[in-house]
């Protein structure tokens, strides 16, 4: 997907919430088998966090919105437009956005979600650029939010130990003096891969029975060996091309934020570009992989943390299943 832009849009300010419950590998070692050494040989992951059991998505995904409109210094009312990017909505319809509209108080905003998986944060922010540029509104909140704890199977040690809950958010508006802009997006999907990464029950196709409950169709199913093969080369190109359209070289970019999957993943990537560990924004360490937030959230400690800076350029891109994956350049 690409396209010619009416006008620049800028991101104007962004936010994250982290649920407060901290489960560490230690914790997964008294409940699947598994060590401490493993995962973090194998992922670089050491804790996530996980939601409450009263904490749904759109709960993680309020406040990570609030954090980033006050960051951007803008008011709820005045949003047009809200996108939440999730695999984990609240319940089938309303959408998880209009829990958020509903909580934030934004009468004005046309409220939707998208369904990416890891990658829809990014979808949700071409989505946004785009309602801007042509004019159809003036200022949006995109926002990444998952509570893959309430999709794991905790007794299946290839995911388990993968993932954690959590929300980022971004508020965009059209580009101004003094402001940072979106320099350029792309995004790809291939249906024919559904089947290396799914939840297969729980929708139209299996809808949940007391059978289907038995066998834990409504959990996440991964080839994790696929998955990671398929991470690795469609982010390189993906990353490429998101830098090729900004008219741009991988050496004007200051900061990397990839997908925060597997630190392995990453370090694969920083090797083919041939570039330094140091340019690349990691914390899934902390985190795991929190599905459509983790981007997110690595661009919000990234610019609050200074790591990017007014002016800089900064590559994101994202992979998850669908198999979906899409990248951005923006100018901070
Ligand atoms: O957002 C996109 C979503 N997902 C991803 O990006 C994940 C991509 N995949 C990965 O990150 C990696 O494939 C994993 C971390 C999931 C697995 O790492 P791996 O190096 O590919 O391991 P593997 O699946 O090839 O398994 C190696 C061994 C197996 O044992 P055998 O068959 O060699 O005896 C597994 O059973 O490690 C075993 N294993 C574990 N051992 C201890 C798998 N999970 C665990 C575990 N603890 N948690």
Sequence with gaps: MSAKLLRPVAIAGTGKYLPEKVLTNADLQRMVETTDEWIVERTGIKERRIAAPDEATSDLAIKAGRDALENAGIKAEDLDLIIVATVTPDMAFPATACFVQKALGAPKATCLDVSAACSGFLYGLELARQSIASGSAEKALVIGADKLSAIIDWTDRNTCILFGDGAGAAV?????????????????????????????????????????????????????????RHAVQTMISAAKEAIARAGLTSDDIECFIPHQANLRIIETIAD????????????????????????????????????????????????????????????W
């Design 172 to 228: 965009l508006t059209p580009a101004g003096e003094g402001t940072g802009e979106i320099l350029s997006a792309y995004s790809g999907s291939n249906g024919n891969l559904d089947e290396i990464l799914h939840v297969p029950g729980g929708g139209s196709r299996h809808p949940l029975t007391a059978e289907n409950i038995g066998s834990k169709a409504n959990t996440m199913k991964m080839s994790g060996r696929e998955v990671y």
């Design 272 to 331: 083919k570009l041939d570039l330094p560990m140091e340019r690349f924004f990691v914390n899934l360490e902390s985190y795991g992989n929190t599905s459509a937030a983790a981007v997110a959230i690595a661009l919000d400690e990234a610019q609050r943390s200074g790591r990017i800076k007014r002016g800089d350029h900064i590559l994101m891109v994202v992979f998850g299943g669908g198999l979906t994956w899409a990248s951005s350049v923006v100018r």
